[in-house]
């Protein structure tokens, strides 16, 4: 299938749930899914029809004939969600699609790995942005504010949920855990294998503005994550990537760094250097203090070369 046909099917399938009275269907069904259960329970039509709160028999009947098939399974006894239709209703839910949330900056207990002054987290529609007022931050783009040291991506019902230190945490273990799934070759949206680019500013200086005005960023390494079937994709330090690696794990817990926070902001001071020897990985990262060191390769496999274990 080429991508104009692709597309066309898609259009027509999404066209199918484009009414409240579907999209109230699939909610209802949706409700009466039993997680982690994959087989959700039977929904009579006289009970789907009564929650739906459709009091057109004929109507009712119209729009769910339209979803059975692709979204709902007709079984013995009434109704049952398939996972297109859980799919869309994720979505919904989510309220990328329907809420338009901005939060200001709110100040967190967390200090600047850079400059190491108070921070604020905001909101901007996709993502939570961790700012530092006092230093340019780590990566310099005209859609991020100055002192930007993350952008992490969450929906917006999920930060309503959270207050600020509280989402400041969960977004940076949530950024840990997608970093590592896809170092590990999974994409945590879809399963699908992931495309590593270890990026190596060869230019790399610091400006007067304290970002590098080639890579745009403060570090000069990055490895870019996307996944090859639906094209989720993660930026990050590449030993960020690694943390589930036994020996930056070790590393970590030498350096006293509990959280994911700590761990980024521990990982960004090492100091880096790209290895000259042909068979040997392409960086090196080197602890503040000298004590630990460890190579990473472009497929982020990791060698220790003294600090810590081997295992």
Request: charged content about 25%; aromatic content about 6%; hydrophobic content about 35%.
């Amino acid at each position: 299938m080429d991508d104009g046909d692709e597309l066309s099917q898609a259009a027509e399938v999404l066209s199918f749930v484009g009414d409240p009275i579907r999209l109230g269907i699939l909610s209802t069904l949706y409700d009466a899914s039993s997680f982690p259960d994959p087989q959700p329970r039977v929904i009579s039509y006289t009970d789907l029809q009564e929650a739906v709160n459709v009091e057109d028999s004929g109507r009712f009947n119209y729009h769910l004939t339209k979803l059975t098939g692709l979204f709902v399974k007709s079984v013995d006894g009434g109704y049952r969600l398939r996972d297109p239709g859980k799919e869309i209703v994720r979505i919904l839910r989510r309220g990328t699609l329907t809420d338009d949330l901005q939060l200001d900056r709110r100040p967190v207990d967390a200090a600047c790995y850079r400059c190491g002054a108070d921070l604020t987290v905001s909101y901007n529609g996709t993502r939570v942005l961790t700012i530092c007022g006092a230093c340019p931050g780590s990566v310099s783009l005209d859609a991020l504010p100055r002192g930007t040291l993350t952008a992490v991506s969450a929906s917006p019902r999920a930060v309503k949920r959270r207050e600020p230190n509280e989402l400041h945490r969960i977004v940076h273990e949530s950024f840990q855990r997608v970093s590592e799934s896809m170092a590990d070759d999974i994409c945590p949206e879809c399963r699908g294998s992931v495309s590593k680019n270890l990026r190596i500013c060869g230019s790399h200086d610091l400006g007067d503005d304290g970002v590098c005005p080639h890579c745009d960023r403060w570090s000069g390494l990055a490895v870019d994550l996307e996944c090859d079937v639906c094209g989720r994709g993660s930026v990050c330090q590449p030993l960020f990537a690694r943390m589930d690696h036994p020996a930056v794990a070790e590393a970590m817990r030498q350096g006293d760094a509990t959280t994911a926070w700590e761990r980024l902001g521990w990982i960004c001071n090492w100091e880096a250097e790209i290895v000259e020897t042909p068979a040997a990985p392409p960086v090196r990262f080197t602890s503040p203090d000298g004590a630990i060191a460890l190579r990473v390769d472009a497929d982020l496999d990791v060698t220790p070369e003294y600090g810590v274990r081997a295992d």
